[in-house]
């Protein structure tokens, strides 16, 4: 009998198990395959909890566009979309629901909200390349804002250049006599209002990218990055459950966890060629292809730390290059109990860092979240999400630190008397319908910049980076070129002859897709092609 391919997959994550599971159910058991996971753990960044009698996602939270979408067809297929039980943004917030409140203690009207949104979101979508002209969206009758928008420098080298350059283009094209009906509020000029208006919704676009700033999120690459249409959902049961139906065809000991690799030595001089994995409690395995899921965060670790580089030898420079170049971020979930529902959604408009009226009691790390919402509308669970050094900033606070920023933040902001252990009853169309007195009882963090087995959220493109360095993750190793018999670019750049097996390391994870990178689709296509790529190499239908 013919000794079977030994693959290991390192990563239980969505990547990892979609490569496992794509491997085992169409190869006819011609492999010997494993998956090795370093946590306690299946599911990498997707981790569904509970907090306060309510199930909340810790990391992985939507699917981003129904249409297409497979995290989508595999939830509605498994049934994960519906459930007896509350869940996380179960029900959209209208925007009519959603209070705004700036520093100093008002509440900015919806006309003065709508029209810095529109033109944010006319701005983004510049960004990212679409023909504003034919939009069949709400946004069509921002007409004016995209022609002032188009006027932005004809090459921006990233999307936070940008959006500033069309903020000073919209609003000298407003202050010169056309005007926008928006007055001053207090201590608020009607420009600075407006501008931090459009921060809060800079804001939030970190927490979709996982970019510290703007500035450093490259133009160019925007128009690239691909969305399916249509709604974007929460998994009322869970995202684990799409995790748990993907390792479900595993047969019982293919998924090791409290498995995390070392050392990878890859071009090994012994005769058959194979990688050798080095564990963390010595054990030592062998293996034909090692598929590497791993998070971006980890590979960066991983080629900086001279104690601890994780492949030996290091790996080639085109792939070490667009390991350094991409961006990672971090991103984190604060969950908020109260003592009551039917808090309302808040959005959260902070003065600049330079202006003398700046409330000095709100702490630095609260300042760049935009919003603080129940998780549904019947919960006394909030969320707020935060990105970048706040984000990390948020992972060395305790629970107390925490409790006394919210509390503040919200004092300031509203004007309403808050204090740390109850809030006094905020009545006439303020934060309480109910009169009753409101009070924080705990709080939960994420943390994923800390995590060793992940050391952040999800990837972008920086300035300095483009897709191709997405493209290059993507390639396993050895780079053979077949044509001429050679293993090209493998150690400092000099050429090796091909006596070396092919695939040996393979990568995979949302960092090696460059249209659907920072997302779990990403991922999931990134394990199939792995999973694809042994298959077509060993002959296999699929």
């Keep these: 009998m013919a000794k079977k391919a030994r693959i290991v997959i390192i990563g239980a994550g969505m990547a990892g198990l979609t490569a496992a599971n794509k491997l085992y159910t169409t190869s006819n058991d011609m492999f010997e395959l494993t998956v090795v996971e370093g946590g306690s753990r299946i599911g990498g960044r997707i981790n569904t909890s509970e907090f306060s009698s309510e199930k909340i996602e810790m990391g992985a939270t939507w699917i981003h566009g129904i249409g297409g979408s497979p995290v989508?067809?595999?939830?509605?297929?498994?049934?994960?979309?519906?459930?007896?039980?509350?869940?996380?943004?179960?029900?959209?917030?209208?925007?009519?629901?959603?209070?705004?409140?700036?520093?100093?203690?008002?509440?900015?009207?919806?006309?003065?909200?709508?029209?810095?949104?529109?033109?944010?979101?006319?701005?983004?979508?510049?960004?990212?390349?679409?023909?504003?002209?034919?939009?069949?969206?709400?946004?069509?009758?921002?007409?004016?804002?995209?022609?002032?928008?188009?006027?932005?420098?004809?090459?921006?080298?990233?999307?936070?250049?940008?959006?500033?350059?069309?903020?000073?283009?919209?609003?000298?094209?407003?202050?010169?006599?056309?005007?926008?009906?928006?007055?001053?509020?207090?201590?608020?000029?009607?420009?600075?209002?407006?501008?931090?208006?459009?921060?809060?919704?800079?804001?939030?676009?970190?927490?979709?990218?996982?970019?510290?700033?703007?500035?450093?999120?490259?133009?160019?690459?925007?128009?690239?990055?691909?969305?399916?249409?249509?709604?974007e959902i929460t998994i009322a049961k869970g995202y684990l459950s799409v995790i748990k139906h993907l390792a479900s065809v595993l047969p019982q000991g293919v998924i090791q966890l409290n498995r995390k690799v070392r050392k990878i030595e890859w071009q090994s001089s012994n005769e058959d060629g194979l990688v050798k994995l080095h564990f963390s409690d010595g054990s030592v395995v062998f293996a034909d292809h090692v598929i590497v899921t791993v998070s971006l965060g980890v590979l960066k670790a991983g080629i900086e730390s001279d104690d601890a580089e994780l492949f030996s030898p290091p790996l080639p420079d085109f792939k070490l290059d667009a390991i350094k170049r991409l961006g990672y971020g971090v991103v984190n979930k604060l969950f908020v109990e109260m003592s009551q529902r039917h808090f309302p959604s808040l959005q959260l408009v902070f003065d600049r860092e330079d202006s003398e009226f700046r409330f000095v009691k709100i702490p630095w790390w609260m300042r760049r979240t935009a919003t603080i919402s129940p998780i549904h509308s019947n919960s006394k669970v909030l969320l707020s999400w935060f990105a970048g050094k706040e984000a990390l900033e948020l992972e060395k606070l305790t629970d107390e630190e925490i409790i006394e920023g919210v509390t503040t933040t919200i004092s300031c902001l509203t004007g309403k008397e808050v204090k740390k252990d109850a809030a006094k009853t905020l009545t006439n169309g303020s934060l309480n319908d109910g009169g009753e007195v409101v009070k924080i009882k705990k709080v939960l963090k994420s943390k994923w910049g800390s995590d060793p087995l992940f050391r952040g959220s999800y990837s972008y493109v920086a300035v300095g980076s483009s897709g191709d360095d997405l493209d290059a993750m993507a390639e396993p190793l050895p780079k053979i070129n077949k044509k001429v018999g050679q293993v090209n670019g493998q150690v400092n750049g000099h050429d090796h002859q091909a006596n070396v097996q092919e695939l040996q390391i393979m990568f995979a994870g949302e960092a090696t897709h460059r249209t659907h990178y920072s997302t779990t689709h990403g991922a999931y296509y990134s394990g199939l092609r792995e999973a694809n790529r042994l298959l077509k190499h060993y002959k296999c239908n699929f």
Excluded: H
Excluded at 146 to 165: D, I, M, Q
Excluded at 190 to 196: G, I, N, V, W, Y
């Design 72 to 231: 989508y067809r595999i939830a509605k297929e498994t049934g994960s979309l519906v459930s007896d039980e509350p869940w996380e943004c179960m029900d959209s917030t209208s925007i009519d629901k959603v209070k705004t409140f700036a520093e100093g203690g008002f509440e900015v009207e919806l006309p003065v909200v709508e029209s810095v949104s529109g033109l944010f979101n006319a701005l983004m979508e510049l960004a990212q390349g679409k023909d504003i002209s034919q939009s069949d969206s709400d946004l069509a009758r921002f007409s004016a804002i995209y022609e002032t928008a188009t006027r932005v420098c004809s090459s921006p080298s990233s999307v936070g250049s940008f959006l500033k350059s069309g903020f000073d283009a919209y609003w000298d094209s407003i202050s010169n006599g056309g005007g926008d009906g928006v007055k001053g509020f207090g201590k608020w000029s009607r420009k600075a209002l407006q501008e931090a208006i459009f921060t809060m919704f800079s804001n939030t676009q970190r927490t979709y990218t996982s970019a510290d700033d703007l500035t450093t999120l490259d133009f160019a690459a925007e128009s690239e990055y691909q969305m399916f249409p249509g709604e």
